[in-house]
């Protein structure tokens, strides 16, 4: 059977505070921006498109998703983004190994409180 999925296209946020959601992914992490219509956001993030939203109902108040957030150097993002302000709740860690290739990263919440993660993958010797 053929793979109908091929990749995420997008992945949805709750913002119980628009102004300061959209703040925080635009100025803090840096996303491009690619509209804002005062209660969706939309932001590029690579390949994919992250949308902020105010809840369409109370069913979606506290509902989220893990963002994994690539970067290429963990130590180096984890730096600039504690500069930034950004608050992590560990170190920069690895998770995995599969065959060379370490998986590392490091967690933390957005204004929110939804959690995130900066994710590397190590090619090692």
Not at 2 to 13: A, L, P, Y
Not at 92 to 112: A, I, Y
């Amino acid at each position: 059977m053929e793979m109908m999925i091929t990749s995420i296209g997008q992945i949805g946020i709750v913002a119980k505070d628009f102004a300061r959601a959209v703040d925080f992914y635009e100025t803090k992490l840096e996303l491009p921006l690619i509209v804002n219509l005062g209660n969706l956001a939309l932001f590029q993030c690579g390949d994919v498109r992250l949308l902020l939203s105010e809840p369409e109902s109370a069913a979606f108040e506290s509902a989220s998703s893990v963002l994994y957030l690539n970067v290429e150097n963990i130590e180096e993002a984890y730096e600039k983004y504690q500069e930034q302000g950004i608050e992590f709740t560990d170190t920069p860690h690895m998770v995995g190994k599969l065959g060379n290739t370490e998986t590392w990263m490091v967690f933390f919440r957005d204004t929110e409180d939804n959690v995130l993660a900066l994710m590397s993958e190590v090619l090692v010797a």
